[in-house]
Each structure stands twice: as structure tokens, then as C-alpha cells.
């Protein structure tokens, strides 16, 4: 949209003007005529001009004057000139001064449209580079903890004041209609911002702070255009330095996140709404650790989602925004990493978004919810298949290693990543197969090879035989066959020969 001002001290020449232009079509808006160039000069901080239509002879600022001004001050707008032929040696001094043309009284409305189309269409093609380039400070600034200087000094704002709307859809053309419906309103600058898929970010101009008024007609336009789809919408207040983008975009996040818990489908809200955070909530996740680390050694699917369950509900009672969800969510993760030696190569692959990319995409707590624990014990589910399936050869093939190498430690962690299973869980699956703990079973085996080289090779000692069998300690071989015999190694060797 071409905005225009007309400056003539003939006020039916103004005014006819200015009719003219406005049915010409939509494109053009004339948002202001003025008697002379000092009323326009006084008026233009507060004025957004793409183009200024400006009479000669006039009292106080005259026409060429006023286009050295603009050049001067405002070099971006573009002026137009009147003058009559009597007047043409001005008219060539105005366009060495940088005036885009100049116009013959009586105007002739076929020139001046043909000029004004031109000029809307470069304002066009200048306005989607100079707003490619701001999208790209924009994105940055809004990533950058502590910009620096010179990143800073490289963005002007179209407008005095900027406020953030951060906005989360179902779909990308919910937010889209939004923007548009928006952009069809007269004098509104904003700038549309995609941060990833799902989540975009408005920067929405405007000469002086929104006032609750122009939120709550904000939000209606919005209501309007999203036709009842899923939408949640977070506002901050108005800043004016661009070094404030980050924690406007920050605060309007916050309150754009709290609609995962709003069962509306439009969620829309200001930062100044919501609640004031509670740093001193507990730790959803320390309740359920200890037990939720006996029910994964076990994989007891069942107690599993009972305690993941339990901490969601603590988590939705905190009204916990999605980066704390997300922090109680990957305890969870490592605690499972830490328990189970395939969990890691199981629960996530490559082709599956990151969980914080799932959980930014989830528009209720509920999905969140869902999503999460389904994912979860599904990798579970697959452990525990394959564990299962291991189950009848792990405890022979421990037990073919001890009665091969029952004078070696048994180390736990090696036997385990052997039959690739955890420790843990190796040790509860020897129990309940043998009915004997891992270290109870190489006893017996050892005892039962004491008892045979007792009985058949008479040239060994005593203590060579324990350290055959892999107590090298005389004193404690002879202290534990007793323990486990009843009688001592001398004593069953004699009794051996008899």
C-alpha cells in the first residue's frame, strides 16, 4: 500500500485530489493534506509516508524547500511536484533536488497514476528486501543472549515501539490466515517470523505502546481468521530498543506455552496475564526415581507407567511450562539409559524428531503426556521382548563361562554385557532360573572341584588345591569348604581315602 500525503495551500485542489487517488484503488491510501510545508514538516515524526504530492508556491515552507527537507531528514520518501508551465525552471531545480517527477496543472490523471503505480511497485520490491533483511537481524536477535553493538545498530524499526506475538498452530495456514487477515488492515506493520515448523513469531510495529483496547481487537481479528482451529497466541508488552527483543519474545513464549493447559481452541494472552512463575515448586521427578529404577531392572512395564503417571500429574498440577516437562522427561531418559544397556539404541531413532522438538509441537499437556509415555514404553516393550527371548540361553551361557573358568573372578559387569543384559538384571534372571545368586553358584562350582581333586590327586596340597579352584588364601579356602561341607579340606580327604 502507496501511502500519500497531498500539500497545496488551495484547499479544493488538495481535497479534489485526494478523492481522485482514493477511488483509484486500494492500493493507495492519502492519510493526510496540508496547506503549506511547514504544517507536514511539524507533522511527519509521527507519520508512516511513502510518497509526497507537493504544490510550489507556498506560505512558509515551500515546495522546493520541503523536497530539500525530506531529502535532507526523510530520504526514503518520495516526492511529486505541481507546477504550471510557468513554473518549469522550478520544476527542473525540484528534480535536481531528488523530486521523482513532476506534474502538470490541470493535473492529468492518467500521468499521475502511471507515476504512482510505479512508485508502488518499487516501494513494493524495497519494502520485501528491506523486510528480508530485518527478518534475518530479527531471527537473530532473538537467539542472541547478548547481542552485540554493531548487530544492534544494524536494525531500524519501521515504527517507534515493537511488541512480540508468539504464535503455535496446529498448521502452518492457521497462522498464515491470521497474518493475513491482520496485513488487510489499514497502518498495520508487522513482521512474520517462522522459528520452526508450528511456531512463528510476529514483530508488530506501531508509534505508540498497545493499549488493552488494541489487544483485545488483535485477539478478535485473530479469533475471526483462525475459524476455530487450534490456536495458542502469546503477547508482550511494547519496547522501544531492539536490544529488548529477546526478552519480549521470551515473555510473550512463556505466555503462548501456557495454552497447553487452556482446553479452548484459541489460547490467546498477554505476559502481563498470566501468573507470576513459582521458582520454589518441587522436583516432579525425585517421588518416582527410586521406584521407577526397580521397575525398569525388572522391566515391570505396568509399575513403570504407574510412576511416569504419577509425575505428570505433579507436573500438570505445577502448571509446568514445556522446558521444565522437558527437564523432568529427560531424568527420565537417563535414568533408563543408566538401567538398561539397550535402551539408548532402542528408544531413539534417527528418523524420529528430538523430544523437545515433540513436546514443542504438542498443542495440550495431554499429547504431551501421551506422546512421551507411548514412546517410552514402547522402547521398553521391545527390551523386554528380546530379553525374553534371551532369557532360556543367558543364564546356560553365564554357566558354561563359570564351570569353564570357575578359578577366574566372575566379574558382573562382563557377564552381563556377555549376554547383553544389565547387571541387575542378570543377577535377578540367575536367581530366579538357578535359585541360586550368581556368586553362590561359582562357590558351588568351586567346592564341587575342591571335593574331586580331594578325592583323585593325591600329589596336590591342600593349599594348591585352593588356589586351583581359585582361593589362593589357604586360611579362607579352608574356612569356607568347611562352611559348605561341614567338615574340613584334610578332614575330606582323609575320609575320601578311606
Same mark, same amino acid.
Given at each position: 500500500m502507496l501511502r500519500i500525503v497531498i500539500v497545496d495551500d488551495e484547499i479544493l485542489i488538495r481535497e479534489g485530489l485526494a478523492r481522485m487517488i482514493g477511488k483509484e484503488s486500494s492500493s493507495f491510501l492519502v492519510i493526510g493534506t496540508y496547506g503549506d510545508g511547514k504544517q507536514l514538516l511539524d507533522a511527519l515524526p509521527s507519520l508512516q509516508i511513502d510518497v509526497v504530492i507537493t504544490d510550489i508556491r507556498m506560505p512558509h515552507v515551500d515546495g522546493l524547500e520541503l523536497i530539500k527537507q525530506l531529502k535532507a531528514g526523510y530520504p526514503r520518501i518520495r516526492t511529486l511536484l505541481m507546477s504550471g508551465f510557468v513554473e518549469f525552471n522550478y520544476a527542473r531545480e525540484a528534480i535536481r533536488s531528488s523530486a521523482v517527477d513532476y506534474l502538470l496543472k490541470p493535473i492529468n490523471k492518467e500521468q499521475l497514476f502511471e507515476v504512482l503505480y510505479r512508485l508502488d511497485e518499487e516501494q513494493r520490491v524495497f519494502r520485501e528486501k528491506e523486510e528480508r533483511q530485518r527478518s534475518g537481524l530479527l531471527l537473530s536477535l532473538l537467539h542472541v543472549e547478548q547481542p552485540s553493538e554493531i548487530l544492534l545498530s544494524s536494525l531500524t524499526l519501521p515504527q517507534p515501539y515493537f511488541s512480540v506475538f508468539v504464535l503455535k498452530g496446529s498448521s502452518r495456514e492457521t497462522v498464515c490466515a491470521c497474518s493475513d487477515s491482520l496485513r488487510q488492515e489499514k497502518e498495520i506493520l508487522l513482521d512474520l517470523l517462522e522459528i520452526r515448523k508450528g511456531l512463528y513469531v510476529w514483530i508488530w510495529y506501531s508509534a505508540e505502546p498497545l493499549t488493552a483496547a488494541e489487544l483485545n481487537r488483535i485477539g478478535g481479528t485473530i479469533r475471526a481468521a483462525s475459524s476455530g482451529q487450534c490456536l495458542h497466541a502469546g503477547v508482550s508488552g511494547s519496547y522501544r530498543t531492539p536490544s529488548k527483543l529477546r526478552s519480549a519474545y521470551l515473555e510473550a513464549k512463556r505466555a503462548c506455552d501456557a495454552g497447553i493447559y487452556n482446553s479452548q481452541p484459541l489460547h490467546y494472552i498477554t505476559a502481563q496475564e498470566l501468573p507470576a512463575a513459582?521458582?520454589?515448586?518441587?522436583?516432579?521427578?525425585?517421588?518416582?526415581?527410586?521406584?521407577?529404577?526397580?521397575?525398569?531392572?525388572?522391566?515391570?512395564?505396568?509399575?513403570?507407567?504407574?510412576?511416569?503417571?504419577?509425575?505428570?500429574?505433579?507436573?500438570?498440577?505445577?502448571?509446568?511450562?514445556?522446558?521444565?516437562?522437558?527437564?523432568?522427561?529427560?531424568?527420565?531418559?537417563?535414568?533408563?539409559?543408566?538401567?538398561?544397556?539397550?535402551?539408548?539404541?532402542?528408544?531413539?531413532?534417527?528418523?524420529?524428531?528430538?523430544?523437545?522438538?515433540?513436546?514443542?509441537?504438542?498443542?495440550?499437556?495431554?499429547?504431551?503426556?501421551?506422546?512421551?509415555?507411548?514412546?517410552?514404553?514402547?522402547?521398553?516393550?521391545?527390551?523386554?521382548?528380546?530379553?525374553?527371548?534371551?532369557?532360556?540361553?543367558?543364564?546356560?551361557?553365564?554357566?558354561?563361562?563359570?564351570?569353564?573358568?570357575?578359578?577366574?573372578?566372575?566379574?558382573?559387569?562382563?557377564? @552381563?554385557?556377555?549376554?547383553?543384559?544389565? %547387571?541387575? +538384571?542378570?543377577? #535377578? /534372571? $540367575? !536367581?530366579?532360573?538357578? =535359585?541360586? &545368586?550368581?556368586?553362590?553358584?561359582?562357590?558351588?562350582?568351586?567346592?564341587?572341584?575342591?571335593?574331586?581333586?580331594?578325592?583323585?590327586?593325591?600329589?596336590?596340597?591342600?593349599?594348591?588345591?585352593? @588356589?586351583?579352584?581359585?582361593?589362593?588364601? %589357604?586360611? +579362607?579356602?579352608? #574356612? /569356607? $569348604? !568347611?562352611?559348605?561341607? =561341614?567338615? &574340613?579340606?584334610?578332614?575330606?580327604?582323609?575320609?575320601?581315602?578311606?
Open positions: 513459582d521458582i520454589s515448586l518441587s522436583d516432579p521427578f525425585a517421588p518416582v526415581r527410586e521406584p521407577l529404577i526397580h521397575d525398569l531392572q525388572i522391566l515391570n512395564i505396568s509399575g513403570v507407567l504407574g510412576h511416569l503417571h504419577s509425575m505428570f500429574s505433579l507436573l500438570e498440577s505445577q502448571r509446568a511450562c514445556p522446558e521444565h516437562i522437558l527437564r523432568a522427561c529427560r531424568e527420565v531418559e537417563d535414568t533408563a539409559r543408566k538401567e538398561l544397556q539397550e535402551f539408548g539404541a532402542v528408544y531413539r531413532v534417527s528418523s524420529r524428531p528430538s523430544l523437545e522438538e515433540q513436546i514443542e509441537t504438542c498443542m495440550s499437556f495431554e499429547e504431551i503426556e501421551r506422546m512421551f509415555i507411548s514412546t517410552f514404553t514402547d522402547a521398553l516393550s521391545i527390551i523386554r521382548t528380546h530379553r525374553l527371548e534371551l532369557s532360556g540361553t543367558a543364564v546356560e551361557t553365564v554357566k558354561r563361562w563359570v564351570a569353564a573358568h570357575y578359578n577366574q573372578h566372575a566379574d558382573l559387569n562382563m557377564l @552381563a554385557g556377555m549376554v547383553f543384559l544389565t %547387571p541387575s +538384571y542378570l543377577s #535377578k /534372571l $540367575f !536367581k530366579q532360573e538357578t =535359585g541360586l &545368586t550368581l556368586t553362590d553358584y561359582v562357590i558351588e562350582i568351586r567346592i564341587r572341584k575342591a571335593k574331586q581333586l580331594l578325592k583323585n590327586a593325591h600329589d596336590l596340597k591342600i593349599h594348591e588345591i585352593g @588356589a586351583e579352584v581359585g582361593y589362593p588364601d %589357604p586360611a +579362607y579356602f579352608n #574356612k /569356607l $569348604f !568347611k562352611k559348605i561341607v =561341614g567338615v &574340613t579340606p584334610n578332614e575330606y580327604k582323609r575320609i575320601s581315602l578311606v
